[in-house]
């Protein structure tokens, strides 16, 4: 039978001493596992990357994937989970800054629409990026968009701005003025703040008529 002290000195004892390095471990390898998935599907597209290609752009066995995710598909599943999970946080972050409502909705369109715009305009394989986040986070981004656009209602509400439509104008601004010139951050935020300003001017003076 193993004595107290031979269970402190194998490690068993007090099995939290452990717990949080191998939590720590295991969340690393899974984060190294999704942004090399990211990368490689930004790159060669969904069909191309296979779990080989994501392993060894990690720098982990492919049975280690495995241990994580099941398919490609779950992969791809995972990354529209983190990055609709990112943009909510730092939706939420924006909306409650002490700066001028102006500065916070632009801010909020372009983490909500521009960000990710830029971020999948890199790739050479936006439309199948597309089918498959149609195919398989539908979900994800339905609900990020409900939770976005209630984010949006608020700000607006803060501006006064009763206007039943007024969430899907600013939306629609977002999504054009990446259409016009350059869809980089810094000239793309200056476009739009002064779309905002045309918006809130209009849509603020019809409350005052």
Do not use: W
Request: hydrophobic share 45%; charged share 25%.
């Amino acid at each position: 039978m193993t004595s107290a002290s031979q269970k402190s000195s194998l490690g068993l004892a007090n099995p939290s001493r452990t717990t949080p390095d191998v939590a720590s471990d295991s969340s690393e390898k899974r984060v190294r596992i999704l942004d090399a998935a990211l990368s490689h599907f930004l790159r060669y597209g969904v069909k191309r990357t296979s779990v080989d290609d994501v392993a060894r752009e990690a720098g982990i066995a492919k049975g280690t994937v495995y241990l994580y995710f099941d398919s490609k598909t779950a992969l791809f599943s995972a990354i529209a989970e983190r990055l609709c999970a990112d943009t909510l946080a730092e939706a939420r972050g924006i909306v409650g800054e002490a700066k001028p409502l102006t500065e916070r909705i632009v801010k909020f369109l372009d983490c909500y629409v521009g960000k990710p715009h830029r971020l999948v305009a890199q790739s050479p394989h936006v439309a199948e990026l597309a089918a498959s986040k149609q195919a398989i986070a539908k979900a994800a981004y339905d609900a990020l968009d409900r939770r976005m656009k209630s984010l949006l209602r608020g700000l607006l509400d803060e501006a006064g701005i009763v206007e039943a439509r007024a969430t899907e104008m600013f939306l629609a601004a977002a999504m054009g003025t990446l259409r016009t010139r350059d869809a980089a951050g810094k000239p793309y935020r200056t476009r739009l703040t002064a779309m905002t300003d045309v918006l809130i001017a209009g849509l603020t003076s019809e409350i005052e008529r």
